[in-house]
């Protein structure tokens, strides 16, 4: 079966730093592009981050930019956003997601969005940053 876990979630105040982690097994994860995505109760989910383990391809949203890292550790079957000054609106609910071969975004709108639906989700994890 495959499991996606994300993990690394908590309180931060703002400025602070977080680390998120996405477990993953029952995929060859060198096949598969890691996508995070954030939703806060109530709004859209908003793609924020991707990398395809295939050619590399990494993507990040504008709100995110410069500020977030994606990483994946192929050899543990695991991604990594490493979140630096975090802000209060980053507060969200963190999904990492898997899709076959690249990430499937597409830039409109000053949004990124899946041109097909991610199959294989993690749970989320809570970040939760204070002003």
């Known amino acids: 079966d495959v499991q996606l876990q994300a993990s690394g979630g908590g309180l931060v105040q703002a400025g602070g730093s977080l680390r998120l982690s996405c477990t993953t097994s029952?995929?060859?994860?060198?096949?598969?592009?890691i996508a995070w995505y954030r939703q806060v109760p109530g709004k859209e989910r908003e793609a924020i981050s991707c990398?395809?383990?295939?050619?590399?391809?990494?993507i990040y949203a504008d709100s995110v930019k410069g500020r977030f890292t994606i990483s994946n550790d192929n050899a543990k079957n695991t991604a990594h956003l490493q979140m630096n000054s975090l802000k209060p609106e980053d507060t969200a609910v963190y999904y990492c997601?898997?899709?076959?071969?690249?990430?499937?975004?597409?830039?409109?709108?000053?949004?990124?969005?899946?041109?097909?639906?991610?199959?294989?989700w993690g749970q989320g994890t809570l970040v939760t940053v204070s002003s």
């Open positions: 997601a898997a899709r076959p071969h690249g990430c499937g975004w597409v830039y409109y709108g000053g949004k990124f969005y899946s041109v097909d639906s991610y199959k294989f």
């Open positions: 029952g995929f060859t994860f060198g096949d598969y592009a």
């Open positions: 990398r395809s383990n295939d050619d590399g391809n990494t």
